[in-house]
């Protein structure tokens, strides 16, 4: 079975792009979450999905970060415009619902905006 | 609020030493509580876990107990191999949403 799929895995990119991370979850699992690690305030929930709806957002930093679960299989967090400040690893997770605490983790993406 | 507070690290020992690397936590409720683990270059493992007060979880080794009565879940292994080293969160759940709240990790590193 596959884990949790992330892409890309490394993103170098200049202060002002458009930034897209992507994820698949693994197949079955109705529960999405996207993390954020930096050494400075270390892992962050940034927002998770129950079933493609948003339930929590209140960590998502701010209006330059979106993300959407447009099915099942498929979620992205984009940031427009990036900042040197959102170099990070970000992380997603998924989980069977009801089971939100047994959470299976991507490889993450390494982001780093010049 | 939920919160959990980790030793500070880095922590390293030489091969088959003993482990502790404290945990404690303040939370609404009766939390679970679990142990993940973080390997060079991947993303987090669930280790361990305890639902509630008293319980042992074991993994690979490593074995944590669920203490109430100090609010601890400190994770111990009594022989570390250099396979071990990684970083390790302490995290609970708690409420309904039963979202996991992460301690800020611990580094380790086993020497040979």
């Known amino acids: 079975d596959a884990g949790v799929i992330q892409s890309p895995r490394h993103e170098v990119t200049e202060m002002g792009q458009e930034v897209t991370l992507r994820c698949k979850p693994i197949?079955?699992?109705?529960?999405l979450f996207w993390y954020r690690q930096t050494m400075m305030r270390g892992l962050e929930l940034l927002i998770y999905?129950?079933?493609?709806?948003?339930?929590?957002d209140s960590g998502m930093p701010e209006d330059r970060f979106s993300a959407k679960m447009p099915n099942a299989s498929f979620s992205t967090l984009k940031i427009q415009p990036s900042e040197p400040r959102d170099s990070a690893v970000y992380f997603c997770?998924?989980?069977?619902?009801?089971?939100?605490?047994?959470?299976?983790f991507g490889p993450g993406t390494r982001l780093l905006v010049l | 609020g939920n919160s959990v507070t980790q030793m500070e690290g880095p922590v390293t020992l030489s091969e088959e030493a003993f482990l502790t690397i404290n945990c404690t936590y303040t939370a609404t409720g009766y939390p679970s509580l679990f142990w993940y683990v973080q390997y060079p270059g991947e993303g987090l493992q669930l280790l361990l876990k305890?639902?509630?007060?008293?319980d042992k979880g074991s993994n690979k080794g490593f074995e944590a107990t669920y203490r109430k009565e100090t609010t601890s879940f400190h994770l111990e292994k009594g022989s570390v191999q250099v396979s071990d080293s990684a970083v390790y969160f302490c995290a609970l759940s708690s409420g309904s949403a039963r979202q996991l709240t992460f301690g800020s990790g611990t580094q380790l590193t086993v020497l040979p």
């Open positions: 997770a998924s989980s069977l619902a009801g089971h939100q605490e047994t959470q299976y």
């Open positions: 999905f129950n079933n493609n709806v948003p339930i929590d």
């Open positions: 197949s079955g699992h109705n529960s």
């Open positions: 305890a639902t509630k007060a008293d």
